[in-house]
């Protein structure tokens, strides 16, 4: 049987000024663009999870939890509907849409 050994790189002390600028700016032009990637990726799994809408007023009331909704779109048709409602009696209630973890 043939074992794999994770090989792991040793950077002998190379310094930034290795890089010309133009280099420079490239790799990280590219390392930004990936962990954009990486970020928006996430956030669109996020959006399609279950959520809710978290109900707080300033003065430090008890705060409300409406939900769970399918999405992040209906929580925050939602939240806006409410918003509109109680925004004429009370405006220091603040919404919040709140995605729920899954367990996994």
Do not use: W
């Not at 133009?22 to 956030?43: G, P, S, V, Y």
């Amino acid at each position: 049987m043939r074992r794999h050994h994770r090989q792991t790189h040793r950077y002998s002390g190379c310094s930034a000024q290795a890089l010309t600028p133009e280099e420079n700016e490239e790799l990280l032009d590219r390392f930004l663009e990936n962990l954009n990637n990486k970020i928006d990726a996430e956030e669109l799994a996020r959006r399609d999870l279950p959520h809710g809408v978290l109900a707080a007023s300033a003065d430090g009331g008890i705060p409300s939890v409406y939900g769970p909704f399918t999405n992040s779109i209906e929580a925050a048709a939602f939240a806006r509907q409410l918003e509109q409602k109680l925004g004429a009696l009370d405006n220091n209630v603040h919404f919040q849409v709140i995605p729920i973890d899954s367990p996994e």
